[in-house]
């Protein structure tokens, strides 16, 4: 069992900066791979970012490589999602997820922890 809550979402313009946060309970974090993903109004959720275990391994949805980085700190129980050169089609509610397992995951059922959700609001 674990609990997620995320935050740092807000509004920014178009080709401006955020850093989400997930912060998790309990003393095994380590234990579980992470995702990101954002569900705008009237749309599926959508996947965004994994990251391994250990860090070591990333992976990203095509919409937002090269402008969006994963990472983690397992000593500080958390995972980050640092947004640049956001874009209007960006905003949407972001949520962070927990599996117990070593993978990169990127749908939504292969997750079985999740997070209350961030707003995130690009202007144009």
């Known amino acids: 069992q674990v609990q997620l809550v995320e935050s740092g979402g807000g509004l920014v313009q178009a080709g401006g900066s955020l850093r989400l946060s997930c912060a998790a309970s309990?003393?095994?974090?380590?234990?579980?791979?992470m995702g990101w993903f954002r569900q705008a109004p009237g749309k599926e959720r959508e996947f965004v970012a994994a990251i391994s275990r250990s860090g070591s391994s990333t992976y990203y949805a095509d919409s937002v490589k090269g402008r969006f980085t994963i990472s983690r700190n397992n000593a500080k129980n958390s995972v980050y999602l640092q947004m640049n050169s956001l874009k209007p089609e960006d905003t949407a509610v972001y949520y962070c997820?927990?599996?117990?397992?070593?993978?990169?995951?990127?749908?939504?059922?292969?997750?079985?922890?999740w997070g209350q959700g961030t707003q995130v609001t690009v202007s144009s």
């Open positions: 997820a927990a599996v117990a397992r070593d993978t990169i995951a990127t749908r939504p059922y292969e997750y079985n922890y």
């Open positions: 309990g003393r095994t974090f380590s234990s579980y791979a």
